[in-house]
T-cell receptor, first 114, second 113 residues
Framework: DGGITQSPKYLFRKEGQNVTLSCEQN?????MYWYRQDPGQGLRLIYY???????QKGDIAEGYSVSREKKESFPLTVTSAQKNPTAFYLC?????????????FGPGTRLLVL | QQQVKQSPQSLIVQKGGISIINCAYE??????FPWYQQFPGKGPALLIA?????SEKKEGRFTISFNKSAKQFSLHIMDSQPGDSATYFC????????????FGEGTQLTVNP
């Protein structure tokens, strides 16, 4: 069963705590992306990676960190520096071998602050 | 800053009607324009996409109209159905960016039975 999986579906963060959101894909895609979605707003790019061991900041990278040690995995850490982390987080991947190939999205993780 | 402006923010249509969502962009380097459909609590899914070498693309009940000179593109949903009720996002990307998409703010469509 191919696709993108994100876990957990819901995640609760205590003040001052770092939390990590998982994103795994078995589509053999080179590029992976993390977006944040707030109610009534579009998707905003946090980080993206076009190849293993390399990643770039998106538009709202402050308070977040990522790693890309394996092609199929792109975890996102929401650090304590992110003061307003409550949002719906979406991971996506894309086959960068074809120009302008579409991005495929996972089911998302909803992060809530206790 | 690269932006994509989307309107309306919300739209209510009757079953069988036509739903129209509009987007405008500024960056002339954009050359791929996808539309995504998102149901509550789910990730967005690609609905239809267009490149600027054509003015219209149709897939079933969904049509994209593209006006390169006006830097505008729109999604038309013909014979709208209650199952089409979702949030729709337009997006744009310049091919050279490695498909770094810029999204519109989204339109919440409700189709009444």
């Amino acid at each position: 069963d191919g696709g993108i999986t994100q876990s957990p579906k819901y995640l609760f963060r205590k003040e001052g705590q770092n939390v990590t959101l998982s994103c795994e894909q078995n589509l053999n895609h080179d590029a992976m992306y993390w977006y944040r979605q707030d109610p009534g707003q579009g998707l905003r790019l946090i980080y993206y990676s076009q190849i293993v061991n390399d990643f770039q900041k998106g538009d709202i990278a402050e308070g977040y960190s990522v790693s890309r040690e394996k092609k199929e995995s792109f975890p996102l850490t929401v650090t304590s520096a992110q003061k307003n982390p409550t949002a719906f987080y979406l991971c996506a991947s894309r086959n960068s071998g074809r120009a302008a190939e579409t991005q495929y999205f996972g089911p998302g993780t909803r992060l809530l602050v206790l | 800053q690269q932006q994509v402006k989307q309107s309306p923010q919300s739209l209510i249509v009757q079953k069988g009607g036509i739903s129209i969502i509009n987007c405008a962009y500024e960056n002339t380097a954009f050359d791929y324009f996808p539309w995504y459909q998102q149901f509550p609590g789910k990730g967005p899914a690609l609905l239809i996409a267009i490149r600027p070498d054509v003015s219209e693309k149709k897939e079933g009940r969904f049509t994209i109209s593209f006006n390169k000179s006006a830097k505008q593109f729109s999604l038309h949903i013909m014979d709208s159905q209650p199952g089409d009720s979702a949030t729709y996002f337009c997006a744009a990307t310049p091919e050279a960016s490695g498909s770094r998409l810029t999204f519109g703010e989204g339109t919440q469509l409700t189709v009444n039975p």
